[in-house]
């Protein structure tokens, strides 16, 4: 234990530390609800039974689950999980759907499509033919205390919409929740 | 605390009884004096009202309470963490140590609902593993600064946490196989530096249980072996070589006890996990256990209570367990209570013996040097 003066501005840089790395996540969130382009996708209801898990929502997509045949590009031949670029263009509805998947990054995207950087769940070396399971870090939604019903039979109806914001590098942020057409919950940039 | 008070009792008591005169008396007040921990019990209650400031401070964020605007949140909780840290610097720097390390928790686990706050706000689904190592690294580096034991043993728990939620997504085995050594490591560097205490007895707890998560994890029985072996040798290296490993590491009765603990916990583990189809498996693993047990009390059980203790411990339930095991479905309800009640018996007796020896070799130890 430190003592006199000087531990005093150790005690103000530890402060400003650790409030910068909490700003640092909040700049880069709300920099892709500001920069970050659109997407529509449609979630899918997994099992009604396990929506609500506690005060969040869980979300998932048509490209939560992609076959093995769907990917191109050469997999990650070291074990554990590994990134994966799946392209989105959208469709007649405004909604956007599957175009496409890669392990490496894309550089030759039609100007209406857009790419979303996942992460495959189940290990990316065992699973030569099967299907990975693949997250984007938009699989939750918080809602306040007691609020996750109405969404729950919303979504038991299949008919939520998630407005994605997509960064450049393809860090996927979600925006707004709708329902027909409704504005559920908007997120602000802060 | 409670310590001190009572040895001024018996003090007071030497005194007036003619064994000491009233120099001595006074000397011996105020060494008890001086040598009294400056953390005792407003220090404990200190820190239990922090950890249940810290636990508000984490249910008020996942409440997720609409009545305060999101951003009003963040606000508050740089302003916690502002207070905890600066706040705590400034009671360091007038040397109420209770409080500095009071106000350096609440904002170390501000720091942590901070994090988790941001999460909610942007729906944030990855992994809860990355955010825990985000807490810990921010403890482990206010650690570092401030020089504080308290963020020391803080960090050990969030290391412990992660853990936990690496065990529970499932998905991380390849990264705390290698990770969770790392910070134990960096925690045990902290300790060295902070001269922290608790916090030594967390990292060991923390190592034990990624032993058996490791082990959980790969299925491989030489996880275990290797970590019970390793658990004998610090056992044999406290009981036998007991100077050279309290000059290296100051911790030498813990290390001893610890690694004993691990030893019996692996030994105990085949008893009842892996061999527990065959009673004579089971048997000749019981006798294992024993023979661990009596070399505890006959190594080191005359000078170091813990490893006493749990020999006694766990000589007595082996005892009964092997006896029930292997006689115990012969016989009837009445017969079984009788010979329980015989068992247990002789096992006070074995104790009570075994205590009076124990004692005669401490007064020659004690004689000795």
Known sequence: MFTGKRIIWLGIVVAMLQSGALYAMVEQRASILRSGRDVILLSQPIDPRDFLRGDYVTLSYEISNLGADKIIGKRPDEGGRADIYVTLAEGADKRWSFAGASWQARTDLKPDQVQIRGRTLNYAHFAADSTYHITYGIERYYVPEGQGRAIEEQQSERNIDVVIAISGEGDAQIRALRSSGKVLYEEPLY | ?369
């Not at chain 2, 006798?287 to 020999?311: H, K």
């Open chain 2, 1 to 369: 605390m409670a310590f001190s008070i009572g040895i001024k009792k018996h003090i007071a008591r030497w005194q007036e009884a003619g064994l000491i005169d009233e120099v001595t008396a006074d000397l011996l007040r105020k060494d008890v004096e001086k040598t009294r921990t400056s953390f005792g019990l407003g220090g404990i209650l200190a820190v239990l009202g922090a950890v249940l400031l810290g636990a508000a401070i984490i249910s008020l964020v996942a409440a997720n309470w609409e009545i305060l605007p999101r951003l009003v949140r963040v606000v508050m909780i740089i302003l916690l963490l502002w207070g905890g840290y600066v706040g705590g610097a400034w009671r360091a720097s007038l040397g109420d140590i209770r409080f500095s390390e009071a106000l350096y928790l609440i904002a170390a686990i501000t720091f942590g609902a901070g994090i988790a706050l941001i999460g909610q706000m942007y729906h944030l689904s990855g992994e809860a593993t990355d955010a825990a190592l985000l807490w810990a690294a921010g403890a482990m580096i206010a650690a570092l600064f401030l020089r504080s034991a308290i963020l020391v043993a803080t960090s050990v728990a969030i290391v412990a946490i992660y853990l936990f939620m690496a065990i529970d997504g499932g998905n991380d085995a390849q990264t705390y196989a290698w990770l969770l050594p790392v910070l134990l490591v960096i925690s045990a560097g902290l300790v060295w530096y902070t001269k922290a205490e608790v916090a030594r007895h967390f990292i060991v707890l923390v190592l034990i249980a990624y032993v058996f998560a490791l082990f959980d994890e790969f299925d491989d029985d030489w996880i275990l072996w290797l970590a019970g072996i390793t658990g004998g040798a610090l056992f044999l290296a406290d009981a036998l070589a007991t100077t050279a490993l309290q000059r290296l590491t100051g911790w030498s009765k813990a290390i001893g006890a610890y690694g004993f603990l691990m030893l019996l916990l692996v030994l105990n583990y085949f008893q009842f996990d892996r061999y527990d189809s065959e009673v004579s498996d089971q048997v000749i693993i019981g006798f294992g256990i024993l023979a661990c047990a009596i070399a505890g009390l006959v190594l080191s059980g005359y000078r170091n209570l813990a490893v006493r203790w749990m020999s006694y411990s766990i000589f007595s339930l082996e005892v009964l367990y092997l006896a029930f095991k292997t006689i115990g479905t012969l016989i009837g309800t009445a017969s079984f209570f009788l010979s329980a009640g015989v068992l247990v018996l002789l096992l006070a007796a074995f104790v009570v013996r075994m205590e009076r020896r124990l004692q005669k070799k401490i007064a020659q130890a004690e004689g000795a040097a």
